[in-house]
């Protein structure tokens, strides 16, 4: 489900509950690349605008849908604001950053919304904070976090490991990105196809995904169509742990993302 429209604004798809279930990928990489200016692909401060995502639906009895939302991603000197979540950096200096981490994680499944689920336990919102170190070389941004949830709903925790590799030429921006994400047990089964013994059915075999390891990819692009506008684009994939593409409430391996935005530059 990690903002400004534009590419911020494909973030700002995240602050939608909606698409929050659907964008796991993260993309923080951009603060490595945040410029003033009226050419900069990934402009500082506030943009405002919209997005169309199209995605994969986790479950397999989920409806499968576009979506265009409007929204809005805030770039700055310490802050970094990605429509669902936010990071605050407490120390920056040679390539090296620490920094605070906050995200809501919303519900992705709710018995009402299908007879298949019937039984199931609705998967509630929970709000997660952690810490996370950055350090930037001449070809990448790699990050580190780990976080866990405050709030009682799944008592998980999330670790990501990632790799930017932003490539600016002039008013476009082009920047894949890779990396792993470990979540526990409590977290993964919660959120990612677990099935406890009371929400057992004929054809709904009770399932333990146990703590999972995903593979990711992205790839963020962002041209600057001039002082006011810009355009984004995102398409990110999950490759599955085999503790969730086992589970009987999904029936793929992958988990893809695109996103198209239009944001204005205030």
């Known amino acids: 489900m990690r903002d400004r429209l534009a590419l911020l604004c494909l973030v700002a798809l995240l602050g939608c509950p909606g698409l929050a279930a659907a964008i796991e990928v993260d993309i923080s990489g951009l603060q490595a690349v945040i410029a ?37 991603v805030y770039f700055g000197e310490r802050t970094l604001y990605l429509g669902d979540r936010v990071r605050y950096y407490f120390y920056r200096g040679d390539g090296v950053g620490l920094f605070a981490y906050g995200r809501v994680r ?23 904070a952690g810490l996370g170190t950055s350090l930037v070389t001449d ?3 790699i ?5 866990s ?20 030429q002039g008013r476009l921006l082009l920047m894949p990105g890779f990396g792993v994400v470990w979540r526990s047990s409590n977290l993964a089964n919660y959120y990612f196809g677990g099935v406890s013994q009371h929400e057992a059915a004929p054809g709904r075999p009770a399932h333990d995904t ?9 790839l963020v692009t962002s041209y600057r169509i001039n002082k006011e506008w810009l355009a984004s684009g995102i398409v990110g994939i999950e ?4 503790g969730t593409r086992d589970s009987p409430l999904i029936d793929r391996s992958n988990e893809i993302t695109g996103i ?3 944001g204005y530059v205030w």
């Not at 990050?143 to 976080?147: E, F, H, N």
């Not at 405050?150 to 490991?161: A, D, I, M, W």
């Not at 146990?210 to 992205?218: L, R």
């Open 210 to 218: 146990g703590s999972t390891i995903s593979p990711m990819a992205t």
């Open 149 to 168: 949830d405050v709030t009682g709903t799944s008592n998980g925790q999330e670790g990501l490991l990632w790799a930017d590799f932003p490539w600016v």
């Open 106 to 128: 919303f519900g992705n499944l709710d018995p009402e919304d299908t007879d298949a689920w019937h039984g199931m336990d609705q998967r509630e919102w929970q709000f997660e």
């Open 260 to 262: 198209l935005a239009l």
């Open 139 to 141: 070809y990448a941004l």
């Open 239 to 242: 490759h599955y742990a085999s």
């Open 143 to 147: 990050t580190a976090r780990v976080s």
């Open 36 to 72: 003033d200016g009226d050419d900069s692909p990934v402009p500082s401060g506030l943009v405002v605008g919209a997005a169309a995502i199209g995605y994969t639906p986790r479950y397999k009895d989920a409806d499968r849908r576009g979506i265009v939302v409007p929204g809005f």
